[in-house]
């Protein structure tokens, strides 16, 4: 991966085919899951840091709060989705994005990465692997390489936000 750098008025990384095919196929997960009927999905706890109670000590409100919000969340996620999917090269190459597709992308990428980290239940105490040895291994690795994809997207804005002034 080439990290996202601003020029001009767009923001621009080099994603190997491997890293495009890799975001592809996270997309393609986040999309089923949200697009599952609630019922099936109800007790995974990837939904829940994704769509989170919007009140936790009174189960009624959180209620109430998910029944008037969790249709334009969803809805919110897949335009983002949809986003990233248009903007993403599909064997690999250059990614240029606008400011609102890098909001979109900032917005999927960190979905992807609440997704692995619930899932491989990351805390602040986990690292990267030092080798890959095995599937949880590259779990990580590809948890740890979505933080540095965003990072590098954070400074390309503030970048380019300052070069603006």
Known sequence: MKPFRAKGAELVARLEPAEAGIVGLLLDQLEQLLDADADDVGGDPVIARLLPDGHRSDPELAADY????????RAGKADDLATVRASLPRGG??????????????????????????????????EPPEEIVDETDQQLAVYYWLTALQGSLVDALVAGRAGRR
């Not at 998910?66 to 969340?73: A, P």
């Not at 990428?109 to 986990?126: C, F, K, Q």
């Open 66 to 73: 998910r029944e008037l919000t969790e249709s334009s969340l």
């Open 93 to 126: 190459g250059e990614v240029r994005l606008d400011v609102e597709q890098a909001g979109a992308w900032l917005r999927t990428s960190n979905d992807l990465r609440l997704a692995l980290g619930t899932r491989l239940d990351i805390t602040e105490d986990s």
